[in-house]
């Protein structure tokens, strides 16, 4: 698999886009997800299929569908630039040891210095009892943007 990402992330090189997880599924199924700053458009999605359908039967990497998608709302995570970029977000990570009996906290994520970052989560373990929590990137099992949602839309 690490062949299969380092080849589309250097097919990728010069679309202005980053390369976020490429996993294999079921039935001969390969889904790359891809991000823009901007947010990423269908448009996105095409370039990026086209390219990588010429790369991968070049390069003979074996599927049977290509699927190119954004992260969604709920985007993983997986590198400390991902941590700098969504700074001041709200966030759910999942640690590899417990803190305090819990593995699970969601919260605002605060970088203090991209240079060298300290990461750490602004947290309410209960309603009016705010908490910070200091971890390293080594720390994260898995971590995820945790946006809140609102379908309600303005009163009239």
């Given at each position: ?38 947010g ?31 992260p ?32 699970v ?16 989560l602004?947290?309410?373990?209960h ?28 009163k009239?």
């Open positions: 698999m690490a062949d299969i990402f380092a080849i589309t992330q250097q097919a990728m090189r010069g679309l202005d886009m980053e390369l976020v997880d490429v996993e294999r599924a079921p039935l001969g199924l390969l889904r790359v997800t891809i991000d823009r700053p901007e990423v458009r269908i448009e996105d999605c095409e370039q990026v299929s086209r390219q990588l359908s010429r790369v991968f039967e070049v390069e003979g990497v074996d599927y049977q569908r290509l699927e190119v998608s954004s969604g709302v709920d985007r993983p995570l997986r590198r400390l630039a991902d941590y700098l970029r969504f700074d001041g977000q709200r966030i759910e990570i999942r640690l590899r040891e417990p803190v305090d009996n819990r593995k906290f969601t919260g605002v994520l605060r970088v203090a210095d991209a240079a060298e970052p300290a990461l750490s602004e947290y309410e373990p309603p009016g009892q705010p908490r910070v929590l200091e971890f390293s990137f080594d720390d994260v099992d898995r971590a995820k943007l945790d946006p809140v949602l609102d379908f309600k839309g303005k009239r």
